[in-house]
């Protein structure tokens, strides 16, 4: 099939033009399989998880490059996938909660790399507000909301793609799978299925024979938490009338939620399995760069919680490979990088540089290209930035991990936190190195007073260096700011603790 | 008067209030009236829906699939039909995905893939709107079981291998479970590799008796008798068969399989194109 240069119209729907140039020589074709909810930790065979099999995660990782400070620019769907897109943070581009539209000026990845000589592709799950995806890529299949619906016919569309492409441009394909999200249907449907067994909720699968107690992970590492957290953050999780009623959740419940979790894990790794297949067996085995990713992870009953949109690494460190089934491409295989901190922002600029141009034009994130190589780079960031649920902004060099937790002083003007409009409220600092789970939060602890300042330059740093920020308008994200603003007022939680 | 509903089926609101209420419960119900030998030549059909969190009460978003299976015994061997047709896209509008495979299988327990047959499954996307992706609407999967291995043919029409098998435990095809599990024993639990839609294979299933559960749809007894499947890559599967030994529910994570002698997507699917 040969791709127009101009936008097809039919059916009333105007479609998007495809590559509007001719591409630079020996490009690779590019496949970017996202998954949805996967945390780096775990979750992956390869990567040491205990409860789930991974043979074809593995397999990428094997033929290629893991980033293994690799984090979600903004832990949650839309703002994560809005950001992969553009290049922008989610202050920056407006997406600051699921279902805000982005700024209509946001930038777009796919009109870039089409300029390339890229025909581009998408199949799956998009779930970037603001942005039309049949406008930006020819679309394959558009996901639903769940992979149990979706993710079949994500892994048959692209396979179908990979039979029959034909055409002398290289191709960007997008596989947006929808798992291990399923995990966010289980525990509403566990906590119903459940018993009560001395007023807690208890999963009836042992009693009647259905799994065996060993077949069920242990309650996960870090269930605990430390009680000092930002304020949004205990609003979103620990206080809004006990949803989803965990102060009723049995030990044996948590458990059921890992196991779930773990076989959704399964049921896209083996989509991922038939998609590597067709790749393999095809003609554009060797000249295809493999990237994979997942736009945040979940809580997997780590600090008490469950889904997405906290700082938690088991939450805000994803996947992140660069892998290729051939021997072609300059791909290091079976690397894992555990130096340079990466993060979603740098998946356009990276895209763009195997692509051959257009990085420029996306205003953050670096090409991880070279680093897949295997080659020097002396100046790669010492410190990464994240956003989360508007009020917690997060910097890490690695060591240690600085969250900050921002409050509105007056009426709530929609406009994106920050240590210039907003008033710092609940902090957190851990030594992930010394303490992985997370437990101990030393922001107030008097001799990490010093390192707690340190990180508070560069948050503001790395504040400053975002776009100017625009006021958030639309009525899902500013009603989000309001509510959740007004809740945090109204039970009076602190706003700070004291140092010791 | 209000349904008597197992745990496993009476979880979710879409099912009870809405599904329930508009077949099995409802006055001119759909639960069947027709005798059943589930040893012989039969076609059943069903219903796919949602059983997800989103409380939907549109048909398009609770109805979205359609599934029919039929079996012929020919001696040892038994073949399955199937036509089973999807809703797509986000919004359920338009695009809808058609398959239709036939396999041979064992006529045994379960139903497993016999060796050596040629299996096929044909999906094709039906209402495609951008003519930029119509080259893509299609694809076809040929197996066959070999020497202990599942091959399958590649786009070339190339045999290649797919999965190493453990030759001890049968092959069994998501199909075959929904045809088969209601024939097995009261205390058995059998093992087997699951091959769902004949496209992705994982060892180390296992499907058992759960126990006999009387249900009340509309004031209607029904007396069902319940299996469970586990095994990696899904959550438990619940399997209901009726007294007859044909399958009136299957639960899965976030969808069911609900008898219908008429699936409500077939009339509104036939003039795909």
């Known amino acids: ?500 | 008067m209000s349904d008597t509903l197992h745990w496993s089926f009476g979880d979710n609101p879409i099912l009870k209030e809405k599904v329930f209420a508009e077949g099995f419960s409802a006055p001119e119900s759909t639960l069947p009236s027709s005798g059943f030998s589930p040893d012989g030549d039969w076609e059943n059909s069903y219903d796919l829906v949602y059983t997800g969190p989103q409380l939907f009460t549109e048909d398009k978003y609770v109805y979205y699939g359609g599934l029919r299976i039929g079996k012929r015994v020919a001696g040892d061997v038994a073949a399955l039909k199937i036509r089973e047709i999807n809703h797509m896209e986000q919004d359920f509008r338009s695009e809808r995905q058609h398959i239709e495979s036939e396999c041979v299988c064992c006529n045994e327990a379960l139903l497993p893939l016999a060796e050596g047959v040629d299996w096929n499954v044909s999906i094709l996307t039906k209402n495609r709107r951008d003519p930029m992706t119509a080259a893509y609407s299609e694809i076809n999967e040929t197996g066959r079981l070999k020497g202990g291995v599942i091959e399958k043919m590649d786009g070339g029409g190339k045999w290649y291998n797919y999965k190493k098998i453990d030759r001890q435990l049968p092959v069994v095809g998501n199909w075959s479970l929904l045809a088969s599990v209601g024939g097995i024993g009261g205390d058995k639990a059998i093992e087997f590799g699951y091959f769902h839609k004949l496209e992705s294979y994982s060892a180390g299933h296992k499907v058992r008796f759960l126990e006999t559960f009387k249900a009340d749809f509309g004031g209607r007894e029904v007396v069902l008798n319940g299996y469970v499947q586990t095994g990696p890559s899904i959550t438990p599967y619940f399997y209901w068969f009726d007294e007859q030994g044909r399958l009136l529910i299957a639960r899965f994570a976030l969808s069911a399989l609900i008898f219908n002698e008429n699936p409500r997507i077939e009339k509104e699917a036939a003039g795909d194109k």
Not at chain 1, 120 to 149: A, C, D, M, Q
Not at chain 1, 349 to 376: F, W
């Open chain 1, 1 to 500: 099939m040969g791709a127009s240069a101009a936008a097809v119209l039919a059916g009333g729907l105007v479609y998007p033009s495809n590559a509007k140039a001719q591409a630079a020589k020996n490009v690779p074709n590019i496949i970017f399989i996202h998954v949805d909810q996967l945390s780096l930790l775990d979750s992956i065979s390869a990567y040491g998880a205990k409860y789930t099999a991974t043979p074809a995660i593995d397999r990428i990782v094997k033929n290629g490059t893991s980033f293994m400070q690799s984090y979600s620019a903004d832990p949650v769907c839309c703002p994560a996938r809005a950001t992969w897109w553009s290049g922008t943070y989610s202050s920056e581009n407006g997406v600051v909660v699921n279902n805000t539209p982005c700024h209509s000026d946001t930038p777009d990845l796919s009109p870039i790399i089409q300029d390339a000589g890229y025909n581009t592709y998408f199949t799956g799950k998009w779930h970037v507000p603001g942005k039309n995806v049949k406008s930006l890529f020819h679309v394959l299949h558009e996901g639903s909301w769940w992979g149990e619906i979706t993710d079949s016919e994500v892994t048959r569309s692209a396979r179908a793609f990979l039979r029959n492409y034909n055409d002398d441009k290289p191709f960007f394909l997008a596989a947006g799978y929808l798992n291990p999200h399923d995990i966010c249907i289980t525990p509403s449907t566990e906590f119903d299925r459940a018993q009560d067994v001395q007023g807690k909720k208890t999963p009836r699968y042992v009693a009647e024979g259905i799994l065996t107690d060993g077949d069920i992970p242990p309650l996960p590492e870090a269930h605990g938490y430390d009680k000092r957290e930002p304020n949004i953050h205990i609003a979103m999780h620990r206080g809004l009338i006990d949803k989803p009623k965990f102060s009723q959740w049995s030990d044996e419940l948590w458990r059921m939620h890992r196991y779930n979790y773990h076989r959704f894990v399964e049921m896209v790794d083996n989509e991922i399995g038939l998609l590597l297949d067709e790749l393999e067996h095809s003609k554009w085995r060797d000249n295809t760069l493999l990237i994979f990713s997942s736009d945040h992870g979940d809580g997997i009953g780590r600090h008490f919680s469950l889904g997405k949109s906290t700082l938690y690494d088991e939450v805000a460190k994803v996947p992140f490979v660069i892998a290729t089934l051939g021997d072609k491409l300059e791909v290091r295989k079976d690397v894992r990088d555990c130096e340079h901190l990466v993060s979603g922002i740098d998946f356009g600029a990276t895209v763009c540089d195997y692509c051959g141009s257009g990085g420029e034009k996306l205003p953050h994130g670096r090409s991880l290209r070279p680093l897949a190589a295997g080659r020097e780079v002396a100046d790669w960031r010492t410190h990464l930035y994240a956003e989360s649920s508007v009020y917690m902004h997060m910097v890490t060099d690695g060591r240690y991990k600085y969250v900050c937790g921002y409050e509105e002083d007056g009426e709530v003007s929609g406009l994106p936190a920050g240590a210039e409009t907003h008033s710092i409220g609940v902090e957190q600092l851990f030594d992930v190195l010394n303490d992985a789970g997370e437990q101990n939060n030393l922001a107030y602890r008097q001799d990490y007073q010093e390192i707690l300042e340190k990180m508070r330059a560069v948050m503001r740093e790395k504040e400053t260096k975002r776009l100017k920020l625009r006021e958030i308008t639309a009525s899902v994200g500013l009603e989000f700011m309001k509510t959740h603003t007004e809740l945090i007022r109204k039970r009076e939680y602190p706003k700070s603790y004291p140092v010791v």
